[in-house]
């Protein structure tokens, strides 16, 4: 093509035949994406994807080789386990051998990597398959990729120390993005009080404001019974929009709802400084003036608010909006890259359908020792040991300090309702092994997939995966799930029972 080399063909052999292609074999494809997953072979040929599988490749390959120098050992833990029903669903796999029994594939591979610490390999390292049988995303799939890795003797400090090197390696040589350390670092409360999330995008401002102390006496009922019940009032500021038309306004709204908001209040302030506010006829002036102080508005601005007796509701929906209203605005920069991890995650959180609290980790993370005293008075204020790395509201992966005293590792089952005779029977094999002397130990593990989702600007973690699921977690090519021969199932016990219509 260049014209520096010259070739003149003296026969030709066909090597194979090939039909025409149900799709057009280029960059940035129209097709739907039904088809070309449909022949995901012919996808794959297509020169964007073809980037993002030899990326993949890349990064795998730069991990490895950090990890390894950093004194990690690979090792390989098993696909068929036992399963541990706390958290999402197992995939569950019949046993022929054992008839009406039942493996599960790993979630993650959390016990044996903590088991391996037990074992006296101090440093693990593991690029693995974890399945979860859950509803699916655009950053989600039922089996994807972690880099998982576990730790003795070390402390938050250290784990985030060599993850910040690692990431800065990866993403230098993969995609010549240079990353600023340390990265920062944010507190779970400040996050969710600041960004309405602990997944938090840093890449623009919006950030939420408190008025609950400005209108918790006002005249408006939806403001003051949200303080009064013992929830909040918070706001965004939407700087530049306040001449949103009343259409777009009712769609926000629509769009609040859908995370359990009754609906969205706001106030625009006029070029010309006066407001045109939803509920301005229940506020006096001043009380409205202290507001738009509070949110810090100016001429052109429009704000929303959120008010419930319960804050999370509140963090929710405002979290969802500012990230709804920075996508419309388009000020998100896909190359920008701003790194977060968040720390002192709550312990625990409270389930109404259970009527008990759970870990919101894993029930073998650790609480802050200065908090430990109050698994017996106060539980839900427990701080744990618990850190996530988040990139531009994503979260690339969370881990934590690991529980290795037996005295509050019962505590904790005692304090979510397991009892002793449970923990045996879910986690009998890890308790055992930690009676024969556990070290100090701490892990974390990335979400493969997203991580490159991230790195190649893709909008779903299918076009960073050779072979990806679609939404009701079926492969369109190989057509699976599908039924197998009723010898099969009589081999393992099984009769499938007809589904209502």
Same mark, same amino acid.
């Given at each position: 093509?260049?014209?520096?080399?010259?070739?003149?063909?003296?026969?030709?052999?066909?090597?194979?035949?090939?039909?025409?292609?149900?799709?057009?074999?280029?960059?940035?494809?129209?097709? #739907?994406?039904?088809?070309?997953?449909?022949?995901?072979?012919?996808? =794959?040929?297509?020169?964007?994807? /073809?980037?993002?599988?030899?990326?993949?490749?890349?990064?795998?390959?730069?991990?490895?080789?950090?990890?390894?120098? @950093?004194?990690?050992?690979?090792?390989?833990?098993?696909?068929?386990?036992?399963?541990?029903?706390?958290?999402?669903?197992?995939? =569950?796999?019949?046993?022929?051998?054992?008839?009406?029994?039942?493996?599960?594939?790993?979630?993650?591979?959390?016990?044996?990597? /903590?088991?391996?610490? +037990?074992?006296?390999?101090?440093?693990?390292?593991?690029?693995?398959? +974890?399945?979860?049988?859950?509803?699916?995303?655009?950053?989600?799939?039922?089996?994807?990729?972690?880099?998982?890795?576990?730790?003795?003797?070390?402390?938050?400090?250290?784990?985030?120390?060599?993850?910040?090197?690692?990431?800065?390696?990866?993403?230098?040589?993969?995609? !010549?993005?240079?990353?600023?350390?340390?990265?920062?670092?944010?507190?779970?409360?400040?996050?969710?009080?600041?960004?309405?999330?602990?997944?938090?995008?840093?890449?623009?401002?919006? @950030?939420?404001?408190?008025?609950?102390?400005?209108?918790?006496?006002?005249?408006?009922?939806?403001?003051?019974?949200?303080?009064?019940?013992?929830?909040?009032?918070?706001?965004?500021?939407?700087?530049?929009?306040?001449?949103?038309?009343?259409?777009?306004?009712?769609?926000?709204?629509?769009?609040?709802?859908?995370?359990?908001?009754?609906?969205?209040?706001?106030?625009?302030?006029?070029?010309?400084?006066?407001?045109?506010?939803?509920?301005?006829?229940?506020? #006096?002036?001043? @009380?409205?003036?202290?507001?738009?102080?509070?949110?810090?508005?100016?001429?052109?601005?429009?704000?929303?608010?959120?008010?419930?007796?319960?804050?999370?509701?509140?963090?929710?929906?405002?979290?969802?909006?500012? +990230?709804?209203?920075?996508?419309? #605005?388009?000020?998100?920069?896909?190359?920008?890259?701003?790194?977060?991890?968040?720390?002192?995650? $709550?312990?625990?959180?409270?389930?109404?359908?259970?009527?008990?609290?759970?870990?919101?980790?894993?029930?073998?993370?650790?609480?802050? @020792?200065?908090?430990?005293?109050?698994?017996?008075?106060? $539980?839900?204020?427990?701080?744990?040991?618990?850190?996530?790395?988040?990139?531009?509201?994503?979260?690339?992966?969370?881990?934590?300090?690991?529980?290795?005293?037996?005295?509050?590792?019962?505590?904790?089952?005692?304090?979510?309702?397991?009892?002793?005779?449970?923990?045996?029977?879910?986690? !009998?094999?890890?308790?055992?092994?930690?009676?024969?002397?556990?070290? $100090?130990?701490?892990?974390?593990?990335?979400?493969?997939?997203?991580?490159?989702?991230?790195?190649?600007?893709?909008?779903?973690?299918?076009?960073?995966?050779?072979?990806?699921?679609?939404?009701?977690?079926? +492969?369109?090519?190989?057509?699976?799930?599908?039924?197998?021969?009723?010898?099969?199932?009589?081999?393992?016990?099984?009769?499938?029972?007809? /589904?209502?219509?």
């Amino acid at each position: 093509m260049t014209g520096d080399i010259e070739i003149t063909a003296k026969s030709l052999r066909i090597l194979s035949e090939a039909e025409t292609p149900p799709f057009p074999i280029e960059a940035n494809s129209k097709t #739907k994406e039904e088809i070309r997953l449909k022949h995901r072979y012919l996808d =794959l040929r297509r020169p964007d994807l /073809q980037k993002n599988i030899m990326l993949r490749s890349k990064v795998t390959s730069s991990i490895r080789q950090f990890l390894t120098e @950093e004194g990690f050992l690979e090792i390989e833990t098993p696909i068929l386990c036992k399963s541990t029903p706390e958290g999402a669903r197992d995939y =569950l796999v019949p046993s022929r051998i054992h008839p009406g029994n039942f493996y599960a594939l790993p979630q993650s591979p959390q016990i044996y990597k /903590q088991l391996l610490m +037990c074992s006296g390999y101090d440093r693990y390292f593991q690029i693995a398959k +974890c399945f979860r049988d859950e509803d699916l995303r655009a950053d989600r799939q039922p089996e994807f990729t972690q880099v998982d890795m576990e730790l003795s003797f070390v402390d938050i400090d250290d784990v985030i120390d060599v993850n910040e090197r690692l990431l800065a390696k990866v993403f230098r040589e993969a995609i !010549g993005v240079e990353i600023p350390l340390p990265i920062q670092r944010m507190t779970w409360k400040e996050a969710m009080e600041r960004f309405g999330s602990d997944k938090p995008d840093l890449r623009f401002g919006m @950030e939420l404001k408190e008025i609950t102390d400005i209108v918790k006496d006002s005249e408006f009922a939806v403001f003051r019974n949200a303080v009064s019940e013992g929830g909040s009032v918070r706001g965004i500021n939407a700087d530049g929009m306040g001449a949103m038309p009343r259409k777009k306004i009712d769609a926000l709204v629509d769009f609040v709802k859908g995370y359990g908001a009754k609906g969205l209040a706001y106030l625009a302030i006029n070029e010309d400084g006066n407001y045109k506010c939803s509920f301005a006829k229940f506020m #006096k002036p001043e @009380e409205l003036d202290r507001i738009v102080e509070r949110m810090e508005g100016k001429p052109g601005d429009m704000l929303f608010f959120a008010a419930d007796s319960k804050s999370k509701l509140v963090f929710d929906v405002l979290g969802a909006l500012r +990230c709804h209203l920075a996508e419309e #605005k388009g000020i998100l920069d896909a190359a920008e890259y701003r790194f977060v991890w968040i720390t002192e995650f $709550p312990l625990l959180e409270w389930n109404d359908e259970e009527n008990r609290y759970t870990a919101m980790h894993h029930p073998f993370t650790m609480p802050m @020792e200065e908090d430990i005293s109050l698994l017996d008075t106060d $539980p839900g204020a427990v701080r744990a040991k618990a850190y996530d790395i988040v990139l531009n509201g994503t979260e690339l992966g969370g881990g934590s300090v690991r529980i290795h005293q037996n005295d509050i590792q019962k505590k904790m089952f005692e304090v979510i309702g397991i009892s002793e005779e449970d923990a045996e029977d879910k986690f !009998g094999f890890l308790l055992n092994a930690f009676k024969y002397g556990v070290p $100090p130990h701490a892990g974390l593990a990335y979400g493969l997939d997203r991580l490159l989702m991230l790195m190649c600007r893709a909008e779903s973690i299918r076009d960073v995966m050779a072979f990806p699921k679609v939404k009701d977690a079926s +492969c369109l090519m190989s057509e699976a799930p599908n039924v197998v021969d009723k010898k099969q199932l009589e081999e393992l016990g099984i009769e499938i029972s007809k /589904q209502p219509e």
